[in-house]
């Protein structure tokens, strides 16, 4: 891009400056955004901002999010919460063995005073769809989601509709129930561009938590609209990435790849991911340019869930974060040691 030549050859030394198509209005309706939005979740979801600023990225960069943690830790409260203050359309698909694919794109029924069949949309027609316990389907109905998440489109009996946007799936998983489920296929996994583990909270979480939920809470309110949302995604695509930068994070990347313990490191899709989440992570915090730090702290959410293991390494209970973490330690930031 023309525009950006005059930043690439130093990394960082954007900072401070701002980028050519991205003026300081929309640096800082970015960052009031994204901190609303964090401020608004946070009233019914007791736990980290960086958990809701995740979703939010992940929603600026077009991308899913596959959200796992034991029961009752509060995997749909926070995604119902993050939905409800995007102040997008929602629906919500309860995953369970008996799930067809049509009770998820939709089925033709008959309109008799038509004289015709007409397509009856399925949950997926929305804004922000909860795939709520997505292990819990089979293979070829968790697969009717595919098509949806990479296209975002659904073909029904033949008939391809495009779905609204923005447009994204906010799908839960529990990591310990085996019996029943059905874990993902790798290229349905390949799909999410990040997941979210959600941990214990903490005893001062836990404490804010039943003083909060002892009295009633105001329902949560849309802080802004799909329109901002698309903004949002757009603006996203104008912030600025050192080539240092890009080196790097497609050596993290490749890091995965070239592993031990790895018997299938990330796709270029990863990457590309990567890439995008970074940018919206950096515009939410009103910057026109990536740091380092966005790559480092989007690198395991969006890289280690699609690692496939060697048996041994399995074993040895490693697992994808570690993979990540190992290629973070070791893999040099350019822009950094250069300046350093
Ligand atoms: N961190 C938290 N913040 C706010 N509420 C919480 C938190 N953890 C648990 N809760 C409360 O616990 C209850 C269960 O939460 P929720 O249904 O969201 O969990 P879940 O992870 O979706 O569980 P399941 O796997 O059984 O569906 C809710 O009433 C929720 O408000
Ligand atoms: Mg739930």
Not at 73 to 96: D, E, N, P, Y
Not at 144 to 160: F, I, K, P, R, S
Not at 249 to 274: D, F, I
Not at 278 to 303: E, M, N, Y
């Amino acid at each position: 891009m023309p525009a950006e030549r005059g930043m690439e050859s130093t990394g960082t030394s954007s900072q401070g400056q701002q980028s050519p198509s991205l003026g300081r209005d929309d640096l800082e309706r970015s960052s009031r955004l994204g901190d609303a939005l964090c401020r608004e979740v946070a009233k019914r979801y007791i736990g980290p901002t960086d958990n809701t600023r995740l979703l939010l990225a992940a929603l600026a960069a077009r991308g899913h999010v596959l959200v796992e943690g034991i029961p009752g830790i509060a995997k749909t409260t926070l995604i119902k919460t993050f939905a409800a203050a995007a102040g997008c359309r929602f629906s919500r698909v309860q995953f369970t063995p008996d799930l067809l694919p049509t009770d998820i794109t939709g089925t033709h029924v008959w309109n008799a005073a038509k004289n015709q069949f007409e397509l009856h949309e399925g949950p997926v027609f929305a804004q922000i769809v909860l795939a709520d316990e997505i292990n819990r389907a089979p293979a070829k109905t968790q697969s009717a989601l595919l098509e949806a998440m990479q296209e975002q489109q659904v073909t029904v009996e033949g008939d391809t509709r495009p779905l609204p946007s923005p447009f994204m799936v906010l799908a839960t998983q529990n990591p310990i129930e085996q019996e029943g489920t059905y874990p993902l296929p790798e290229a349905q996994i390949d799909r999410f561009l990040a997941k979210l583990l959600l941990g214990y909270p903490t005893p001062q979480e836990e404490e804010r938590m039943i003083t909060t939920y002892g009295s009633p809470i105001a329902p949560t309110e849309a802080i802004c609209n799909p329109d901002d949302i698309i903004w949002l995604q757009r603006t996203a695509e104008k912030v600025h990435v050192s080539d240092e930068l890009r080196t790097y994070l497609l050596s993290l990347v490749q890091h995965t790849r070239s592993s031990r313990h790895v018997y299938l490191g990330c796709s270029p899709r990863a990457g590309l991911n990567l890439l995008f989440a970074s940018r919206a992570l950096a515009l939410l915090q009103g910057r026109d340019h990536v740091l380092p730090d966005d790559v480092k702290s989007l690198a395991i959410p969006v890289l280690a869930h699609r690692i496939i293991l060697v048996p041994e390494a399995e074993l040895e209970g490693i697992n994808g974060a570690h993979v990540v973490s190992e290629g973070l330690q070791t893999v040099p930031v350019f822009a950094r040691t250069r300046r350093g």
